[in-house]
């Protein structure tokens, strides 16, 4: 078991989604440990544990946004259970049409992110999602471009939190949602 659980269906659900992550030294680069969440995305029970989990933690948000790439596959499954649209959070230079962009740190490196025209209106009501909550970079930056877009945050959904890198405290006030954390 590489990760902790956090939830009540212990038996059935988010124990089993523990031991679907794969721990992977020096990925993408030395020192990094990469968490290989696709066995768990290949498992039809863990991917609807994923989606009921998360979507019960959507609350009165009107649209999921989930940030490339991985994110992309939760905030789709939640949306559909939560019945909301899902909205992608794109790198730079995917998108034909763009709202807004901003850059940010990675754990690894930097990048860009943007945010789709027409999707995001002023006062929605966002849920945010990704698969790993790391130094919470990532998902500020898809924050600022929500906000920015007049949009209000209502909270961010992850599968995995690193709490060592304190992600949360970056995000906050905003209310984050792990499933599992290591
Ligand atoms: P951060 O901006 O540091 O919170 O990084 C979050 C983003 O980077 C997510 O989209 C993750 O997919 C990815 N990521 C960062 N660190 C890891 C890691 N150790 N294992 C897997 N994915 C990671």
Redesign the pocket.
Known sequence: MTAAVHGTDEDGGLTRLAGLVVD?PDHPSPG??????TPLFADAQALATVATELAARVGDADVVVG?????FLVGAAVALVAGTGVVPVRKAGKLPRVAASTS?????GSATLELPADTVVPGMRAFVV????????????AVELLQGAGAQVVGFGAL?E?TA?A?RD?LAPIEVHALLTA
């Open positions: 992977v990094i440990l990469f968490k290989d969440l940030i490339e790439a991985r994110g940010y740190d990675l754990e690894y990704d698969d790993v909550l790391a130094t919470g970079g990532t998902g500020a930056a995995l690193l890198l992600g970056r």
